[in-house]
């Protein structure tokens, strides 16, 4: 029996609902064809798209939908979230400050006109404007919380560091939930306190330096590492015992997070401390060597072109893996890729593998990643983790970057005082790497040659 249409548009926005996209994209595909004026369907497949990583098309299907009702409430949003997704934080914001006329009360809406000025680079003008609208929502967390990333931006760690305890009522983060306390500046001497890690690999090896803040209070220090870690943080300075993970059983007098500690750093000091000093294991160091060995006349280039696949931003700070190929052109050079991860599969099915050696896929850490960087005479790499080890290790590196850079990169400049030695490179185009990929092909060219 034939559905009707509105049959077919019920299914259509279930499946959407339900987070069968393929399903819902072929059912407004079909609604569409039929009635072809639906507004509210051709920004809901707006959504689909962007949703699920197709970012221009998401913005070509809400400028259709705008087109046809350019005074609806919910089209505008829409079109608003994509503009700004792609770098059009002028448009953006334009039309989140005519949505924000019509609802004032609506705190988001002045959040993500925060969010568009940071994208800008124009960090200052962020920190001015929510110094106007924080007091007319002095409890909302979103906007404490654009603050926090105007601050780091703009260089202002102390403050920043402060607004950023908002993090854990923004919905984005689990609360902790601990049978000891946290620990608020009490005196520890004789007392245990664990540092707790937060989000991802890279910001546990950027704000570890911080550690050593807990040295002579007279505690010891436990830090809770995942195992990727694990070796590479034997002996880290300022910690006394690591442990995998923390239970309802473990042994100690207070809490603290690893962030905070750099709030306490920032309340004595503006300078910003040295990278974390990490440790690589002599199994490591001899794993790499062993790898690289065949190649010793060459110019060695480790190369990252992506992050975890489950970080909500890796679509726009990562690349393929073929944007790498034009460097394996250069006379002299060997890449070996230093990628784990699901990404694999494609480098490996499109015979790039050949031209750029697997050295990722058989490490067991981040202290395997480690030695193969301690093996290479550049490691070139995306934002990821991997960027951070690099740059704490010294070795020389280069950090590919697109245009809405994390607070460490910032939007401008090719160094960053967080990682002395690294340079960054930067995207020019949104989801475009052809340009900035050609600069890293020229001064490799001229690092190969010796030229400075």
């Given at each position: 029996?034939?559905?009707?249409?509105?049959?077919?548009?019920?299914?259509?926005?279930?499946?959407?609902?339900?987070?069968?996209?393929?399903?819902?994209?072929?059912?407004?595909?079909?609604?569409?064809?039929?009635?072809?004026?639906?507004?509210?369907?051709?920004?809901?497949?707006?959504?689909?798209?962007?949703?699920?990583?197709?970012?221009?098309?998401?913005?070509?299907?809400?400028?259709?939908?705008f087109a046809l009702d350019p005074g609806d409430t919910g089209v505008r949003n829409n079109l608003a979230n994509i503009l700004s997704d792609l770098g059009r934080y002028d448009?953006?914001?334009?039309?989140?400050?005519?949505?924000?006329?019509?609802?004032?009360?609506?705190?988001?809406?002045?959040?993500?006109?925060?969010?568009?000025?940071?994208?800008?680079?124009?960090?200052?003008?962020?920190?001015?404007?929510?110094?106007?609208?924080?007091?007319?929502?002095?409890?909302?967390?979103?906007?404490?919380?654009?603050?926090?990333?105007?601050?780091?931006?703009?260089?202002?760690?102390?403050?920043?560091?402060?607004?950023?305890?908002?993090r854990w009522l923004a919905g984005e983060l689990q609360p902790r939930d601990l049978p000891f306390p946290e620990w608020r500046g009490e005196p520890l001497d004789g007392k245990?306190?664990?540092?707790?890690?937060?989000?991802?690999?890279?910001?546990?090896?950027?704000?570890?330096?911080?550690?050593?803040?807990?040295?002579?209070?007279?505690?010891?220090?436990?830090?809770?590492?995942?195992?990727?870690?694990?070796?590479?943080?034997?002996?880290?300075?300022?910690?006394?015992?690591?442990?995998?993970?923390?239970?309802?059983?473990?042994?100690?007098?207070?809490?603290?997070?690893?962030?905070?500690?750099?709030?306490?750093?920032?309340?004595?000091?503006?300078?910003?401390?040295?990278?974390?000093?990490?440790?690589?294991?002599?199994?490591?160091?001899?794993?790499?060597?062993?790898?690289?060995?065949?190649?010793?006349?060459?110019?060695?280039?480790?190369?990252?072109?992506?992050?975890?696949?489950?970080?909500?931003?890796?679509?726009?700070?990562?690349?393929?893996?073929?944007?790498?190929?034009?460097?394996?052109?250069?006379?002299?050079?060997?890449?070996?890729?230093?990628?784990?991860?699901?990404?694999?599969?494609?480098?490996?099915?499109?015979?790039?593998?050949?031209?750029?050696?697997?050295?990722?896929?058989?490490?067991?850490?981040?202290?395997?990643?480690?030695?193969?960087?301690?093996?290479?005479?550049?490691?070139?790499?995306?934002?990821?983790?991997?960027?951070?080890?690099?740059?704490?290790?010294?070795?020389?590196?280069?950090?590919?970057?697109?245009?809405?850079?994390?607070?460490?990169?910032?939007?401008?400049?090719?160094?960053?005082?967080?990682?002395?030695?690294?340079?960054?490179?930067?995207?020019?185009?949104?989801?475009?790497?052809?340009?900035?990929?050609?600069?890293?092909?020229?001064?490799?060219?001229?690092?190969?040659?010796?030229?400075?």
């Open positions: 029996m034939a559905q009707t249409l509105q049959q077919v548009r019920q299914n259509a926005v279930a499946a959407h609902k339900a987070g069968e996209l393929d399903k819902a994209a072929r059912g407004y595909a079909s609604y569409l064809a039929q009635v072809p004026g639906d507004v509210g369907i051709w920004s809901n497949l707006g959504v689909l798209h962007r949703v699920a990583g197709r970012h221009k098309m998401s913005l070509r299907v809400q400028q259709k939908a448009e953006s914001i334009a039309i989140r400050k005519g949505l924000v006329k019509e609802r004032p009360d609506d705190a988001n809406l002045k959040a993500m006109i925060a969010r568009c000025l940071r994208g800008k680079g124009d960090y200052a003008g962020a920190i001015d404007y929510l110094a106007t609208v924080i007091p007319e929502h002095p409890e909302d967390a979103e906007l404490q919380m654009q603050l926090a990333f105007a601050q780091l931006g703009i260089g202002d760690y102390g403050a920043a560091l402060q607004s950023y305890k908002a245990i306190i664990v540092v707790l890690p937060e989000q991802g690999y890279g910001d546990a090896v950027l704000f570890a330096r911080f550690l050593t803040v807990l040295k002579g209070r007279g505690a010891k220090v436990q830090l809770v590492t995942k195992r990727p870690l694990m070796r590479l943080f034997e002996g880290l300075d300022g910690v006394d015992e690591m442990i995998s993970e923390l239970t309802r059983n473990t042994d100690a007098d207070y809490w603290v997070n690893m962030m905070d500690l750099a709030a306490l750093y920032f309340e004595g000091s503006s300078a910003i401390p040295a990278p974390t000093r990490l440790s690589v294991p002599k199994a490591a160091q001899n794993r790499a060597k062993a790898m690289v060995a065949p190649h010793k006349d060459k110019v060695r280039v480790g190369v990252v072109w992506t992050g975890s696949v489950t970080y909500k931003g890796n679509a726009f700070r990562s690349f393929s893996h073929t944007e790498f190929l034009p460097l394996t052109e250069i006379a002299g050079v060997q890449l070996f890729s230093l990628y784990k991860g699901p990404e694999l599969a494609a480098y490996h099915a499109d015979g790039t593998d050949g031209l750029i050696l697997d050295a990722g896929s058989s490490e067991t850490d981040f202290a395997d990643c480690a030695g193969m960087m301690q093996e290479m005479d550049l490691v070139i790499t995306s934002d990821t983790a991997t960027a951070h080890v690099a740059g704490s290790l010294g070795v020389p590196v280069w950090t590919v970057l697109h245009w809405d850079a994390f607070w460490v990169w910032r939007h401008t400049g090719d160094t960053t005082e967080w990682y002395p030695g690294m340079r960054l490179f930067r995207q020019r185009t949104p989801l475009e790497w052809g340009e900035v990929m050609a600069e890293v092909k020229t001064a490799l060219v001229k690092k190969v040659k010796g030229v400075s």
